[in-house]
Nanobody, 126 residues
Framework: VQLVESGGGLVQAGGSLRLSCAAFGFTFEDYAIGWFRQAPGKEREGVSCISSSGDIRDYADSVKGRFTISRDNAKNTVYLQMNSLKPEDTAVYYC????????????????????WGQGTQVTVSS
């Protein structure tokens, strides 16, 4: 089982990045996917989630209207489009997978997830 994030990098404030999360070794279409981020000295924070079919999506208030989550089950990949980036978005971004029923009530809790990626660094300069 493996989740591999990519697409991070250095961008100026106001810019955009698209993160990808590729899944291997499990039945991807049975799992909801969450994106989290962790800045130095801070707790891991739930950013967004998407259900296994893609019909349920949710976002942290801090990214609503700027970030969009999507998935392509044919490619076993989830995407996080990040627009209007701010310096406070700087963090390591992780994707995670869960088959927990009713995950949307608990999606911001890291313990709700079974599998995690290694993370990708996003740095937004002012």
């Amino acid at each position: 089982v493996q989740l591999v994030e990519s697409g991070g990098g250095l961008v100026q404030a106001g810019g955009s990045l698209r993160l990808s999360c590729a899944a291997f070794g499990f039945t991807f279409e049975d799992y909801a996917i969450g994106w989290f981020r962790q800045a130095p000295g801070k707790e891991r924070e739930g950013v967004s989630c998407i259900s296994s079919s893609g019909d349920i999506r949710d976002y942290a208030d801090s990214v609503k209207g700027r970030f969009t989550i999507s998935r392509d089950n044919a490619k076993n990949t989830v995407y996080l489009q990040m627009n209007s980036l701010k310096p406070e978005d700087t963090a390591v971004y992780y994707c995670a997978a869960t088959d927990l029923e009713g995950f949307w009530r608990l999606w911001t809790l890291p313990d709700s997830y079974d599998y995690w990626g290694q993370g990708t660094q996003v740095t937004v300069s002012s």
